[in-house]
C-alpha cells in the first residue's frame, strides 16, 4: 500500500492543523492505521492509531486530549485533528500502515509495514 500524507504546514502555539493520509489499494478498510513523528535530533514516537473500524483509538498521553485520529474508510482516508498545538508538536509526522491483523491497533512502530513520506508540523511560540 502507498500513503501519502499531506496538510502540515507553519501554525501558531494554540493554533490547529488537520493531517490527511491517503492511502491507495482496495483494502485499506482492513488496516489499522497510526500516526508516528520525529522532531530533530529525537527517536520517532507514536502518537495515535486506528483500528481498521474505527471503533478502537490509541493515543500518546502528550496529545491525549488535543489530537484526534479519524478514518474514512470509504475515500481510503486516515486523518489527524490537532488542536492546542504547542511548540513541542514540531516534528515530520509520518503516517503508517499495518496490513496485519492483530485485533487492536499497535502503538510501537515496528508493528507498521508502510510508511508514507511524512509532512512538517512547525508549532512557533
Known amino acids: 500500500v502507498q500513503l501519502q500524507a499531506s496538510g502540515g504546514g507553519l501554525v501558531q502555539a494554540g493554533g490547529s492543523l488537520r493531517l490527511s493520509c491517503a492511502a491507495s489499494g482496495r483494502t485499506f478498510s482492513s488496516y489499522d492505521m497510526g500516526w508516528f513523528r520525529q522532531a530533530p535530533g529525537k527517536e520517532r514516537e507514536f502518537v495515535a492509531a486506528i483500528g481498521w473500524s474505527a471503533y478502537t483509538t490509541y493515543y500518546a498521553d502528550s496529545v491525549k486530549g488535543r489530537f484526534t485520529v479519524s478514518r474514512d474508510n470509504a475515500k481510503n482516508t486516515v486523518y489527524l485533528q490537532m488542536n492546542s498545538l504547542k511548540p513541542e508538536d514540531t516534528a515530520v509526522y509520518y503516517c503508517?500502515?499495518?496490513?496485519?491483523?492483530?485485533?487492536?491497533?499497535?502503538?510501537?512502530?515496528?508493528?507498521?509495514?508502510?510508511w508514507g513520506q511524512g509532512t512538517q508540523v512547525t508549532v512557533s511560540s
Open positions: 503508517a500502515a499495518d496490513r496485519r491483523s492483530r485485533g487492536a491497533p499497535a502503538t510501537i512502530s515496528s508493528a507498521y509495514d508502510s
